[in-house]
């Protein structure tokens, strides 16, 4: 069975565990992506997403049905949280059963890398301003494009 999410609300690790488990299978393999505090010598602040969420939803689904014809697996749970996302906190989780380990661990690299490359959900980063003088900070942002989706390589000429 797959489970597919998108949510404004924290994502809880327990349960993206809990939804993949099976007594058929002997491995379930994880990935958490987290907000982390700086980008190139920035220091950001949050993460901000967004997304075309039903297209969105149809993509991740059809990521689960391409790593299920690659790995006999179990279950699998993709969530990724859309809004504001704050430091250390979760941005995507993917998890995944089979009976042995090397297919879980397989089938998450395959599906956190799809996932980047051809679902439409898009990151802005938050940043100080860096002023230190400023008692108070001012944000500014960048969207950041994945290096690994299609529309967001440039053409080569």
Known sequence: MD???????????TDMVQSVNSPKCGA??????????????????????????????????????????KWQLGHIAVTH?????????????VAISSEHRKASLEAVQA??????????IWKKEVYEDGNSQ??????EAEWKANK????GKKEQT
């Open 134 to 139: 400023s008692q108070s900070v001012s944000p």
């Open 28 to 69: 379930i393999s994880t990935f958490i992506g987290t907000t982390r505090d700086n980008f190139e010598g920035k220091k950001v602040v949050c993460l901000e997403y967004e997304a075309y969420e039903s297209m969105a939803i149809e993509e991740m689904k059809r990521i689960c049905v391409q790593v299920r014809d």
């Open 111 to 120: 599906t956190i890398d799809a996932l980047k490359a051809v679902v439409p």
């Open 81 to 93: 949280r859309l809004g504001t996302v704050p430091i250390g906190e979760a941005s995507v989780i």
């Open 3 to 13: 489970f597919v999410k998108l949510t404004h609300d924290p994502i809880d690790l």
């Open 148 to 151: 690994e989706c299609f529309w």
